[in-house]
């Protein structure tokens, strides 16, 4: 399907003004990456600005080539770097600067490590929080081989959503994730993480690669059978020619309805769905607006989350 134009719905907006030229140079003053602009992000200015709540930004740790070759993404393959010890203070000294009241900690695969880079990662969280315990961190991880002690050292460190993607649905795991991720080592690290801490679990699904409806049904449910608390839906789009192609066009209506049957059906805390979507789209607000539909105020939550209650 490559090379058809895409349809109006998937019309990307330049980002702009004083919040976003202030953002960027706060990171190269610091030479950080952020998944936003490595990745192109349809939603950075919309993001970054965060007009209705919280700005959103997604750092991502470890430098910006992977240990993997997933067929869906951009990020460059191989020659990884070796990590910055001080990336993590850097990370936290970024985000108090841009006053960030919600950050997203991602990071490329880095199997060339002997625990993945999990304790680089809960260094971050601990730097950031250290600095201000009110700053809400989402954790967008690698499946780190699914190592059960590598997930430990990330929710020992306190993050308040743990993310873990698992992309696509089971049939099609293969051709669009590096044969070393799968679908049941996906669900084991979210359960892990459900069942060891009280942290909010979420999870990101493409659409738009093949899936037939009812395998994007039984993804959603699998993803509540492990307890997942939050998960987003959005339009695959083919990086280069060299990517998989693009099997179809979803349209704004089916994303709505996904969103209807994960939200009122199988009773996620909530759904982001929509072509633009991506897993750290608008993440902050979004969890706010959650938790207050729920009637709990984010220290509500956290003392409900960490007392363990419902
Ligand atoms: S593991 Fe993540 S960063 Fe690496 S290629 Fe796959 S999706 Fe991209």
Redesign the pocket.
Known sequence: MSGRAKPGWLKMRPPSGRRFTEIKQSLRDRDLHTVCEEANCPNLGECWSGREGPGTATFMLMGDR?????N????Q?GGMEQLDSDEPANVAEAVSEIGLDYVVLT???RDDLADGGSAHFAETIREIKARDSSILVEVLT?DFQGSPDAVRRILDAGPDVFAH?I?TVERLQWPV??RR?GYEQTLDVLQQANEESNVYTKTSLMLGLGEYHHEVYQTLSDLREVGVDIVTLGQYLQPSRTHLDVFEYVHPDVFETWREVAEEELDFLYCASGPMVRSSYKAGELFVDALLREERSIEQARNLVRAGGD
């Open positions: 992977c240990s993997r070759g997933c869906f993404c951009d990020v393959t990071s490329v695969d690698p993607n992309e994730r590096d991720a």
